[in-house]
């Protein structure tokens, strides 16, 4: 069936680094691919999303990037801030119209 | 996010109980959906409905049961069949289902706990 894989499931980055999260998707007809972030005990909210006609989408400090070749993206997010460590979900849109998440990637932002 | 809403906070179930999650939006979305979310794990499909009177089974329906009645409220049963219950549950819509689905906005979620 169709799946999305997520790495890593942990990061740590130091203040003002990046931080790069990477997602692959199984079902090729996938065409939308959302991101979003989820601060502990909280509902998760829609930060950044890409569509597969378009490589690349940027967002202030945000950025996806989208290989329809590879069936990959990434999540970039630029100069981190403390108030970035949450969870984020990668997923996409399969070809029968359900969005399969991916499991998640728990990223700290040390000050 | 406002726009949807989901009730109680947390619940608690005792063994053999069916206990029901309450989940409205007044966003005007046709597409409603239930997620279950173990701790440290993604999330997973239980129900999803496209069209008020109409639902489909998503990953994990077995020991669940849903109605959508209205458009604005999808509630979800929990029944005594369903023998692990203990999760955060998420609702979510989307102003279309089927292929033109995307954004799908989240509520807060109830966190069920078993007795």
């Known amino acids: 069936g169709e799946n999305v894989e997520q790495h890593p499931s942990t990061l740590s980055v130091q203040e003002g680094d990046s931080a790069v999260i990477k997602c692959t998707y199984s079902?090729?007809?996938?065409?939308?691919f959302p991101w979003y972030k989820q601060e502990l005990g909280k509902r998760p909210q829609l930060i950044i999303d890409i569509r597969s006609n378009v490589g690349e989408k940027k967002d202030q400090r945000i950025a996806v990037t989208l290989n329809k070749t590879a069936k990959h993206f990434s999540l970039h997010i630029t100069e981190t801030q403390p108030e970035d460590s949450a969870v984020y979900f990668c997923?996409?849109?399969?070809?029968?119209?359900?969005?399969?998440f991916g499991p998640g990637t728990s990223l700290s932002v040390i000050p | 996010d406002g726009g949807i809403t989901q009730s109680p906070k947390y619940l608690f179930r005792k063994e053999g109980q069916n206990v029901t999650l309450s989940c409205e939006q007044n966003?005007?979305?046709?597409?409603m959906y239930w997620y279950r979310q173990d701790p440290g794990q993604g999330l997973r499909l239980i129900y999803y409905?496209?069209?008020?009177?109409?639902?489909q089974k998503g990953d994990i329906a077995e020991g669940y049961s849903v109605s959508r009645e209205k458009k604005e409220s999808f509630p979800l049963t929990v029944t005594s069949a369903q023998k692990n219950p203990t999760a955060f549950y998420l609702c979510?819509?989307?102003?279309?289902?089927?292929?033109?689905?995307?954004?799908?906005?989240f509520g807060p979620g109830t966190r069920l706990l078993v007795l």
């Open positions: 966003l005007n979305h046709d597409a």
């Open positions: 079902d090729s007809a996938s065409n939308y």
């Open positions: 409905s496209q069209i008020v009177n109409d639902f």
């Open positions: 979510a819509s989307s102003m279309y289902g089927g292929p033109l689905q995307e954004t799908q906005y």
């Open positions: 997923a996409a849109k399969t070809s029968y119209d359900k969005v399969i």
